[in-house]
């Protein structure tokens, strides 16, 4: 039998370490793989909504400034022909410096001016060109110009031999008809578009109606291929921006934007290979999967060494259990003594503040040529009043603190909740001025006394109010503070504007050591405090918040107290304490 147990000890630890291997691989892996696979194909059609989107941006920031460009020309003909007398603009000698105006005003976007009169005979012309006498009569852009009074040409070799398009304007000069054209560079032009570029594939061209480019391609583009045919299909012409997926002249798949430009008469086009424009994508596809193997590896790994360890302690572990949880039970006992311990200093902070400064008036009145003078000591008197009314209420916040972790009962008597609200507003005025908070009462003049602990009523409010005025930020707030009749019970309402707590906050708010505040802010005891003290008067509290609106803290306390809260506290064992 021994032999056998021992020979049955390593299968069994075996077993125990493929089983537990198994259970954490397929625990950690296979949510991992299935989560990395959902991440990864949601993170795919974003990154491709997004290309879509700032691609449809900007090609719609470039349309504006392509039709902003071609429609200031045309103005500037127009201001030309408006402004200037037409035998002005006949004379060589002027339409030239105009010209030499115009070149110099648009780094020379313009390259000629004519004018033209009814008969198609250029009468004018200022340029490099010799194209005086020229005849347009048969030129579709000056039949466009009689008819339609403005007109922007299609890109065109025409006389000169060379691409370029022309704005033209109609002028009436009694009864006669002269059309005044400017030619544009055509380089100019193309340059505005061919700066579309996004990576080493992305380019933009124009072309118009009929198909023909109205600037050069920076690669190879086939108009008879998918989208660009369905785009010269009049029946299916776009007619505002779109962005397709496609394939480009060598069958690679390829994303392509369109958007119409003049009215529709011309087509800013954009395509870029789609390897080109989702690279960053794959890039972050193969670092996932990279991170994903070696995450996954070294779960394995993990689930391993983490198995083998619980297969050799866990029979170590069922006999220490016990006295494991009575330890954890006895280090969370002295962590709250410890925490209580430092949320004394921070509870008495207020009347140590009052008494310092008391202190200091004390000092500044006895500095004075006549300090024994009859106001000078009444002041004093006051002050001195006002330093053991603080320290007695140092003594009481420490009891307090302490009695609430033994869970003792503090003394109870007759207390008027509305002198409590006047007198903890007072105490945090200094506050309140420093976070630029107002403090409104609504005191009910017919609220009736309550039997309660005044130091206790006093720490709640305290707490409340506090916590209210940390909960606005600047520039400023209103905290209001309001008591009123509510049955047989008496409510105390605190109701701030600050920013509000989360609703998943809300649940936690009175738990132990939980705060909102940064380190260093704040202990996690205001409210719990609060709620000991409401809970042990017979009473409870309640809160309501909105965030961006603010928060409620309401009171209920019970006109009389219970029977087990007004039993006497003993003096000589808070001393002890």
Same mark, same amino acid.
């Given at each position: 039998?021994?032999?056998?147990?021992?020979?049955?000890? +390593? $299968?069994?630890?075996?077993?125990?370490?493929?089983?537990?291997?198994?259970?954490?691989?397929?625990?950690?892996?296979?949510?991992?793989?299935?989560?990395?696979?959902?991440?990864?194909?949601?993170?795919?059609?974003?990154?491709?909504?997004?290309?879509?989107?700032?691609?449809? @941006?900007?090609?719609?920031? *470039?349309?504006?400034?392509?039709?902003?460009?071609?429609?200031?020309?045309?103005?500037?003909?127009?201001?030309?022909?408006? /402004?200037?007398?037409?035998?002005?603009?006949?004379? =060589?000698?002027?339409?030239?410096?105009?010209?030499?105006?115009?070149?110099?005003?648009?780094?020379?976007?313009?390259?000629?001016?004519?004018?033209?009169? %009814?008969?198609?005979?250029?009468?004018?012309?200022?340029?490099?060109?010799?194209?005086?006498?020229?005849?347009?009569? $048969?030129?579709?852009?000056?039949?466009?110009?009689?008819?339609?009074?403005? @007109?922007?040409?299609?890109?065109?070799?025409? !006389?000169?031999?060379?691409? *370029?398009?022309?704005?033209?304007?109609?002028?009436?000069?009694?009864?006669?008809?002269?059309? @005044?054209?400017?030619?544009?560079?055509?380089?100019?032009?193309?340059?505005?578009?061919?700066?579309?570029?996004?990576?080493?594939?992305?380019?933009?061209?124009?072309?118009? &109606?009929?198909?023909?480019?109205?600037?050069?391609?920076?690669?190879?583009?086939?108009?008879?291929? +998918?989208?660009?045919?369905?785009?010269?299909?009049?029946?299916?012409?776009?007619? &505002?921006?779109?962005?397709?997926?496609?394939?480009?002249?060598?069958?690679?798949?390829?994303?392509?934007?369109?958007?119409?430009?003049?009215?529709?008469?011309?087509?800013?086009?954009?395509?870029?290979?789609?390897?080109?424009?989702?690279?960053?994508?794959?890039?972050?596809?193969?670092?996932?999967?990279?991170?994903?193997?070696?995450?996954?590896?070294?779960?394995?790994?993990?689930?391993?060494?983490?198995?083998?360890?619980?297969?050799?302690?866990?029979?170590?572990?069922?006999?220490?259990?016990?006295?494991?949880?009575?330890?954890?039970?006895?280090?969370?006992?002295?962590?709250?003594? %410890?925490?209580?311990?430092? %949320?004394?200093?921070?509870?008495?902070?207020?009347?140590?503040?009052?008494? @310092?400064? /008391?202190?200091?008036?004390?000092?500044?009145?006895?500095?004075?040529?006549? #300090?024994?003078?009859?106001?000078? !000591?009444?002041?004093?008197?006051?002050?001195?009043?006002?330093?053991?009314?603080?320290?007695?209420?140092?003594?009481?916040?420490?009891?307090?603190?302490?009695?609430?972790?033994?869970?003792?009962? #503090?003394?109870?008597?007759?207390?008027?909740?509305?002198?409590?609200?006047?007198?903890?507003?007072?105490?945090?005025?200094?506050?309140?001025?420093?976070?630029?908070?107002?403090?409104? $009462?609504?005191?009910? +003049? /017919?609220?009736?006394?309550?039997?309660?602990? #005044?130091?206790?009523?006093?720490?709640?409010?305290?707490?409340?109010?506090?916590?209210?005025?940390?909960?606005?930020?600047?520039?400023?707030?209103?905290?209001?503070?309001?008591?009123?009749?509510?049955?047989?019970?008496?409510?105390?309402?605190?109701?701030?504007?600050?920013?509000?707590? #989360?609703?998943?906050?809300?649940?936690?708010?009175?738990?132990?050591?939980?705060?909102?505040?940064?380190?260093?802010?704040?202990?996690?005891?205001?409210?719990?405090?609060?709620?000991?003290?409401?809970?042990? =008067?017979?009473?409870?509290?309640?809160?309501?918040?909105?965030?961006?609106?603010?928060?409620?803290?309401?009171?209920?306390?019970? &006109?009389?107290? +219970?029977?087990?809260?007004?039993?006497?506290?003993?003096?000589?064992?808070?001393?002890?304490?």
């Amino acid at each position: 039998m021994t032999s056998t147990n021992g020979a049955d000890r +390593p $299968t069994a630890r075996r077993l125990s370490v493929r089983t537990m291997t198994a259970m954490l691989a397929l625990a950690i892996i296979a949510p991992l793989v299935v989560t990395g696979a959902v991440n990864i194909l949601q993170f795919r059609q974003a990154y491709h909504a997004k290309v879509s989107n700032e691609l449809a @941006v900007m090609i719609e920031r *470039h349309t504006l400034t392509v039709d902003s460009f071609l429609n200031d020309r045309l103005s500037d003909v127009r201001v030309i022909a408006r /402004e200037h007398p037409m035998n002005r603009l006949q004379e =060589m000698e002027f339409l030239r410096r105009i010209l030499n105006l115009m070149r110099e005003e648009y780094h020379g976007a313009f390259v000629d001016l004519g004018v033209v009169d %009814g008969n198609g005979i250029q009468v004018a012309y200022a340029g490099p060109f010799n194209l005086h006498m020229a005849d347009y009569s $048969t030129a579709e852009w000056y039949r466009d110009a009689v008819v339609n009074e403005s @007109v922007i040409s299609d890109v065109f070799a025409g !006389l000169r031999g060379s691409p *370029h398009f022309i704005v033209a304007t109609q002028k009436m000069v009694d009864g006669e008809i002269f059309v @005044v054209k400017a030619t544009i560079d055509f380089e100019a032009f193309n340059a505005l578009v061919e700066n579309l570029r996004i990576g080493t594939t992305g380019f933009a061209f124009i072309i118009n &109606r009929e198909g023909e480019f109205q600037t050069n391609p920076r690669f190879e583009v086939a108009l008879n291929h +998918p989208p660009y045919v369905e785009l010269l299909d009049r029946s299916t012409r776009a007619d &505002r921006i779109s962005v397709v997926d496609g394939e480009d002249v060598l069958g690679r798949k390829a994303i392509f934007a369109i958007a119409p430009l003049k009215h529709g008469e011309w087509f800013l086009c954009y395509q870029q290979e789609k390897a080109d424009a989702f690279a960053e994508l794959r890039r972050v596809e193969g670092f996932a999967a990279i991170v994903t193997i070696i995450v996954s590896l070294a779960a394995i790994y993990a689930g391993y060494l983490i198995s083998r360890n619980i297969a050799q302690r866990l029979a170590q572990a069922h006999r220490e259990r016990k006295a494991m949880a009575h330890q954890v039970i006895e280090t969370g006992r002295l962590a709250s003594i %410890g925490e209580l311990a430092a %949320g004394i200093a921070h509870e008495i902070n207020n009347p140590v503040a009052i008494m @310092v400064q /008391e202190a200091g008036w004390i000092d500044d009145l006895l500095g004075e040529g006549e #300090p024994c003078s009859e106001e000078n !000591l009444a002041e004093i008197t006051r002050a001195v009043g006002q330093i053991r009314t603080q320290g007695d209420r140092s003594k009481e916040i420490t009891y307090k603190l302490l009695s609430f972790a033994r869970k003792t009962d #503090p003394t109870v008597r007759d207390v008027q909740l509305n002198e409590v609200v006047d007198e903890v507003i007072g105490l945090t005025g200094q506050k309140t001025r420093y976070a630029n908070v107002r403090i409104e $009462t609504e005191l009910s +003049p /017919e609220l009736p006394p309550i039997q309660a602990s #005044p130091s206790e009523l006093q720490q709640v409010l305290l707490n409340l109010v506090n916590n209210a005025i940390d909960a606005i930020a600047q520039p400023g707030g209103t905290v209001t503070v309001s008591t009123k009749v509510s049955g047989d019970e008496v409510a105390l309402e605190v109701r701030d504007t600050g920013e509000g707590i #989360p609703e998943a906050n809300l649940a936690r708010i009175f738990d132990p050591f939980f705060t909102t505040k940064p380190v260093g802010q704040g202990t996690g005891l205001g409210l719990p405090i609060c709620y000991g003290i409401v809970e042990k =008067m017979g009473g409870r509290i309640t809160v309501e918040s909105t965030v961006g609106t603010g928060t409620t803290f309401t009171v209920f306390i019970p &006109r009389e107290a +219970p029977d087990d809260a007004k039993q006497p506290k003993k003096e000589t064992e808070g001393a002890e304490s």
